[in-house]
C-alpha cells in the first residue's frame, strides 16, 4: 500500500451538537476548519435525510392585481408550478440529533450526517480516515462505524481513537486526568502511560454540561422574562462567571454576622437568612424567598419588582401596534445619554488633575450589562413589511451595540454553527440590545455542577489499581470540552477540589509515635530500652495499614513487607497512597498559534492531528495503529478492535 500524503488525511470529531472534521493536516495544526451542525432533517422520501430544513415557498407574482394574476396575465394559482422549494440554513424546527449524551441513538440518521459531512470535504481517492470516538461508544459501535466507513466510502484505512487519549496526544502528556465537559454530559478518565484505565471511568455523566449551566439561568431569571436564547447568550459573555466557592458576592456587607440567622433560609437557598442582601455567597441561590413573613416577596411587591427589573419584551410592543411609540421613547433616551456625555466631556476640563475612578473587574460588580442578539425583534419587523429605508432606520433606533465591535469569539463557528457545549452562535443581522443583569451571573452552576465534577474525579482516580500513578494523575488534570469555556469554570473547579480533597503534606505522613524503630532510645538511668523485633502483623501490636503506609516510604524498615499484603503486591509502591498532596493542571502547549488563540477546550480534535500524522504518515501502519482494507477484507468489522486507540 502506498505511503499516505498530509493532504490526503480526513480527521471528525462528531458531537451532539457540532461535528468538526478538516481534510488535510497543515503544517502547523489548527482548529476544525469544518463545523457543521449534528443534526439533519428528513427529507420527502422515508428514510432519506437532508442536511438543512427544506421549506415549501408559494411562488409570488412579480406584479399584478390582486385576483390572482400576474403582470403577463398569467394566472398564478395553488398549484404545484407555483411552489418553490428553498432551504433554511438556520432553523432547527423538526431537526433529528443522532447524538444524545455522546451516545448515537440514530444510527441511520449518523450514518446521513457522516455522509454530509464526507461530501462537505470532497476528498480525493486514496484518503485514510481517522475518527474520534467518544467514551460511551460500546465495541458493537465501533464494529458498525468501521463496516459503514469501509463499505460506503471505499477508504484505504481507518482508525477511531478515544477523545480522552486524543486530549492527552494534544498536551502532549503520557499520563493525566481528562475532564472532558459537554452539552448535556461530562466524561472522567484516566489516562496511565497512554493507557485508558477502564475501571472506575466516568463515562457520559449526565445534567453536569453547557446546558445544565443554560437551564440553571433559565431557572434563576425565568421569572424577569428571560427566555432560554437570552440565558444561552448570558452564559456565553463575559459577565457571566463561576466564582471560587465561598467567595462573597459583590454587594455584601463586610460587616455583616457570619452566622445564619435564619436556618430555613440557608436549608432552602443557601443564605445566611431572609431577605435582600442576605445571599452573599457564590452558592446562594435565587432571590429573596417567596412566602408570608418579613423581608420576603409578596404579591404586589414581587410583582413590582418584576415589572422594574424584568426584561421587556419590545419584540411584543413591536408587533401590538406601538412600535412608533417605542421608537420615539429610545431616541429620547438616546438623546439624554448623548447630552450627559457632553456634560461630563465638558466639565472635564475642570477635574483633569482629579484621578480617574478605578473600574471594578465584574467579579466585584452588582449589576452589569451584555448584549443581546434579539432574532425575534428583527422577524417581528420583518412582519412589517417595511419598506428598505424604514427598516433601516428600524433597525437603526433599536440596535444598542455596534456590530463591529463584537468581533466573533473563539466559540463562534462556521456557517452558523456553535462549538459543542453552547447552542448556535447568532448571525450578525440580529438586533443587539443591552440586558442588565445582577448577582444571578454568578450562579450558573450553583445546584452543584461543579461539586460533582470534583466528586467524579475523585472517583476515577482512587479507582486507579496503581497507587503509585494516582499522585501523578492528580498532578495532570486536563480540563477540556466546550462546557467548560465559562468564565472560571477551571479554576472554581480546581478550588472545589482543593477544599474537598487535598491533603496537607504534614497530614499526610503518619505520627512516629507508632513507628517500629530499630533506633534505640535513651533512659532517664542512661540504660537504653529494649528493641521490639520486627514480625509480620499477626504477631506484633503494631497497625498493620500504619506499618505499610510507613514502611513504603523507607522500604528497608519492612524486611517482611511482602508477608503484610499478599493479595495485593500492587499496595507496596514507591511513593504514598493517600493522595492527593497538590492538585494541578497540566501545562498548556505554546508551540500552535491558532490554538493558543482559540482556546484548548477543543483539543481532542488537536490530539487526532497529531495521532494522525504519526499513524498514517510517520508509522505507516508498522505497530498497527489503524486497519486497513486488507485487514478489513480479511478479518471483517470485528477486526477493529485489534486496533482501536
Avoid at 45 to 50: D, M, V
Avoid at 293 to 317: M, R, Y
Avoid at 559 to 569: A, D, G, K, M
Amino acid at each position: 500500500m502506498p505511503a499516505f500524503k498530509d493532504d490526503q488525511i480526513i480527521v471528525i470529531a462528531p458531537g451532539s451538537l457540532t461535528t468538526l472534521a478538516q481534510l488535510g493536516l497543515p503544517e502547523s495544526f489548527t482548529p476544525a476548519k469544518v463545523r457543521v451542525r449534528s443534526c439533519m432533517f428528513p427529507a420527502q422520501k422515508t428514510g432519506q435525510y437532508e442536511p438543512y430544513k427544506i421549506r415549501v415557498k408559494e411562488r409570488r407574482p412579480a406584479s399584478g392585481p390582486e385576483n390572482g394574476t400576474s403582470a403577463d396575465g398569467e394566472t398564478v394559482g395553488n398549484n404545484e408550478e407555483s411552489l418553490v422549494l428553498e432551504e433554511d440554513f438556520v432553523s432547527e424546527d423538526g431537526a433529528a440529533w443522532p447524538m444524545t449524551g455522546g451516545r448515537i441513538t440514530d444510527w441511520p440518521c449518523f450514518y446521513a450526517l457522516m455522509n454530509h459531512v464526507y461530501n462537505t470535504l470532497n476528498p480525493p481517492f486514496h484518503t485514510p480516515i481517522i475518527l474520534i470516538s467518544q467514551p460511551a461508544w460500546t465495541p458493537r459501535d465501533h464494529e458498525k462505524l468501521a463496516q459503514f466507513f469501509f463499505e460506503k466510502f471505499k477508504i484505504p484505512a481507518f482508525a477511531l481513537m478515544d477523545s480522552a487519549m486524543a486530549s492527552c496526544y494534544a498536551f502532549g502528556c503520557h499520563t493525566g486526568t481528562v475532564v472532558d465537559v459537554g452539552l448535556d454530559k461530562a466524561d472522567i478518565t484516566a489516562v496511565s502511560d497512554f493507557c485508558v484505565h477502564d475501571r472506575g471511568r466516568g463515562i457520559a455523566i449526565p445534567n453536569i454540561g453547557g446546558e445544565a449551566m443554560t437551564q440553571r439561568l433559565l431557572q434563576l431569571l425565568g421569572p424577569r422574562g428571560f427566555k432560554r436564547e437570552m440565558c444561552e447568550q448570558l452564559k456565553r459573555s463575559q459577565i457571566c462567571e463561576i466564582l471560587p466557592p465561598d467567595t462573597p458576592l459583590p454587594g455584601s456587607a463586610d460587616g455583616k454576622e457570619d452566622g445564619v440567622t435564619n436556618p430555613a433560609a440557608a436549608a432552602s437557598t443557601g443564605a445566611a437568612g431572609s431577605g435582600p442582601g442576605q445571599r452573599n455567597t457564590a452558592g446562594a441561590m435565587g432571590n429573596a424567598p417567596i412566602g408570608p413573613g418579613p423581608d420576603t416577596q409578596v404579591g404586589e411587591e414581587l410583582k413590582d419588582e418584576e415589572e422594574s427589573e424584568g426584561v421587556l419584551d419590545v419584540a411584543s410592543i413591536v408587533t401590538g401596534g406601538k412600535m412608533n411609540e417605542y421608537l420615539a421613547r429610545k431616541e429620547r433616551e438616546k438623546a439624554d445619554k448623548a447630552d450627559k456625555v457632553a456634560a461630563r466631556k465638558k466639565g472635564s476640563d475642570a477635574t483633569a488633575q482629579q484621578a480617574k475612578p478605578v473600574r471594578l473587574p465584574n467579579s466585584k460588580r452588582e449589576r452589569s450589562t451584555f448584549l443581546y442578539d434579539d432574532h425575534a425583534l428583527l422577524d417581528a419587523l420583518k412582519e412589517k413589511n417595511l419598506s428598505g429605508d424604514e427598516m433601516a432606520e428600524a433597525q437603526a433606533r433599536l440596535d444598542e451595540g455596534s456590530h463591529k465591535d463584537a468581533p466573533m469569539s473563539a466559540t463562534d463557528g462556521v456557517n452558523g454553527v456553535e462549538a459543542e457545549g453552547h447552542t448556535r452562535a447568532p448571525p450578525r443581522g440580529a438586533i443587539r440590545r443591552e440586558i442588565e443583569v445582577g448577582l444571578e451571573r454568578f450562579q450558573v452552576a450553583s445546584d452543584g455542577i461543579i461539586e460533582r465534577i470534583a466528586d467524579a474525579i475523585h472517583r476515577t482516580i482512587m479507582s486507579v489499581e496503581e497507587v503509585n500513578k494516582r499522585s501523578e494523575l492528580w498532578d495532570s488534570l486536563v480540563i477540556c470540552g466546550n462546557g467548560s469555556r465559562v468564565r472560571g469554570f477551571k479554576e472554581a473547579l480546581l478550588a472545589t477540589l482543593s477544599s474537598k480533597y487535598l491533603i496537607s503534606p504534614s497530614s499526610a505522613t503518619i505520627f512516629t509515635s507508632e513507628i517500629p524503630s530499630n533506633i534505640s532510645t535513651p533512659t532517664g538511668t542512661g540504660a537504653n530500652t529494649p528493641q521490639p523485633q520486627m514480625h509480620p502483623p499477626h504477631g506484633s501490636h503494631v497497625n498493620p495499614l500504619l506499618l505499610a503506609a510507613t514502611t513504603a516510604q523507607v522500604p528497608h524498615l519492612n524486611p517482611s513487607s511482602s508477608s503484610l499484603t499478599p493479595h495485593h503486591s500492587h499496595n507496596t509502591h514507591s511513593s504514598h497512597g493517600q493522595t492527593p498532596t497538590s492538585i494541578k493542571t497540566v501545562k498548556i502547549p505554546e508551540y500552535f498559534p491558532e490554538w493558543k488563540e482559540a482556546g484548548y477546550e477543543e483539543a481532542a480534535f488537536l490530539g487526532a492531528q497529531v495521532a494522525a500524522k504519526v499513524l498514517f504518515v510517520v508509522d505507516q501502519g508498522a505497530n498497527k495503529g489503524y486497519m486497513n482494507r486488507t485487514d478489513y477484507n480479511d478479518n471483517g468489522p470485528t477486526g477493529i478492535h485489534d486496533y482501536t486507540l
